[in-house]
Nanobody, 124 residues
C-alpha cells in the first residue's frame, strides 16, 4: 500500500507560480513512478507530468512543457510540481498518483494509488 498526500494548491493570478507537493509513504520501490494528473470541471482527467524514483526520467504533457517542472527529494518520498507562468486553463483539481514502471511511458503506467488532490485556481 502507498499513501499519498498533496499540498500546495491555491489561488494565483495568471502568470504566477505555485509549487505542489506530494508526500508518499508505504511500500515504495526504485521503480515506483509518481505522477501528477488534473481534472477541470466538465473535462476528463488528464496527465500532467511524472517522474521515476531515480529522478532520471520525467515526462510532461505538451500543454505544460517549459512551464512546469517535476522533481523529487533525495529520500524519494516527496514529489514536487513547480508550476510557472500559470494560465487560467491550468485551473483544475490536481492529484498525485503512484504506480510501478512497466517499461513503457510514464504516462502509461498503471497508477494504482491516488491522493485526495489539491485545487489550483488561476485567475485571469
Amino acid at each position: 500500500q502507498v499513501q499519498l498526500v498533496e499540498s500546495g494548491g491555491g489561488l494565483v493570478q495568471a502568470g504566477g507560480s505555485l509549487r505542489l507537493s506530494c508526500a508518499a509513504s508505504g511500500r515504495l520501490f526504485s521503480n515506483t513512478v509518481m505522477g501528477w494528473f488534473r481534472q477541470a470541471p466538465g473535462k476528463d482527467r488528464e496527465f500532467v507530468s511524472a517522474i521515476i524514483a531515480s529522478g532520471r526520467t520525467t515526462e510532461y504533457a505538451d500543454s505544460v512543457k517549459g512551464r512546469f517542472a517535476i522533481s523529487r527529494d533525495n529520500a524519494q518520498t516527496t514529489v514536487y510540481l513547480q508550476m510557472n507562468s500559470l494560465k487560467p486553463e491550468d485551473t483544475a483539481h490536481y492529484s498525485c498518483a503512484a504506480g510501478i514502471y512497466a517499461g513503457r511511458t510514464l504516462k502509461g503506467v498503471n497508477y494504482a494509488y491516488w491522493g485526495q488532490g489539491t485545487q489550483v485556481t488561476v485567475s485571469s
